[in-house]
Structure formats: structure tokens, C-alpha cells
């Protein structure tokens, strides 16, 4: 079972980033998966996430609303978020997961977004 991250990378305020997760060792299009950002002194958040049925959704934090846009790909296993629009506070590091049964974290990948 394994989630590896990438896509991150430095970037100025107003740019935009396309983040990917490949997921191996499980079905993948059987689960909801998101994206988390960890930030020093803040812990791992919740930035985004998206079902797996039919018809289900996406959620978002408030803080990326209207900015981020996740996307999954069941048949190459593959979760995307589409940053756009970037500002500092988004720097971190992203992870994906399970939200609703986690298993192992990956490496993650940063985006440092410059003012």
C-alpha cells in the first residue's frame, strides 16, 4: 500500500500548481480520498476531498474554496488538485489519504508560494 505525492513546487503569489497522487496496494476508486496540507505549528489539515459513488461531490476548507479544484482519475489510480491562484498561506507540505480509513502517509510534496 503506498501514496506518493508530487507536482510541488516554488511559486509566486497568483500562480497556479497541479499536485498528483498515484496510490498502489489497495482499489483505489472504491474509497473518498483528500488532500492534506501540513504547515509548521498547525498541524495536518484537510484541504480537500472527493467521493467515489456516483454523483458524489467534492468538499473543500473555506481557505482554498473557489481555488482548488480535486479531480481523481480511477483508472490510472491517480488524485490531482488544481491550485490556482496561489497565496503564501497555502505553503506547505501535501499528502493524500484516506480521510475516512488512512493508511501509511507518503513522502508528500511542497509548495511554497512567495509573496
Known amino acids: 500500500v503506498q501514496l506518493v505525492e508530487s507536482g510541488g513546487a516554488l511559486v509566486q503569489s497568483g500562480g497556479s500548481l497541479r499536485l498528483s497522487c498515484v496510490a498502489s496496494?489497495?482499489?483505489?476508486?472504491?474509497?473518498?480520498l483528500g488532500w492534506f496540507r501540513q504547515t509548521p505549528g498547525k498541524g495536518r489539515e484537510l484541504v480537500a476531498s472527493?467521493?467515489?459513488?456516483?454523483?458524489?461531490?467534492?468538499n473543500y476548507a473555506r481557505s482554498v474554496r473557489a481555488r482548488f479544484t480535486v479531480s481523481r482519475d480511477d483508472n490510472k489510480n491517480t488524485l490531482y488538485l488544481q491550485m490556482n491562484n496561489l497565496k503564501p498561506e497555502d505553503t506547505g507540505v501535501y499528502y493524500c489519504?484516506?480521510?475516512?480509513?488512512?493508511?501509511?502517509w507518503g513522502q508528500g510534496t511542497q509548495v511554497t508560494v512567495s509573496s
Open positions: 489519504n484516506r480521510p475516512n480509513s488512512y493508511i501509511g
Open positions: 472527493i467521493g467515489f459513488r456516483p454523483g458524489d461531490g467534492a
Open positions: 496496494g489497495f482499489t483505489s476508486s472504491t474509497y473518498t
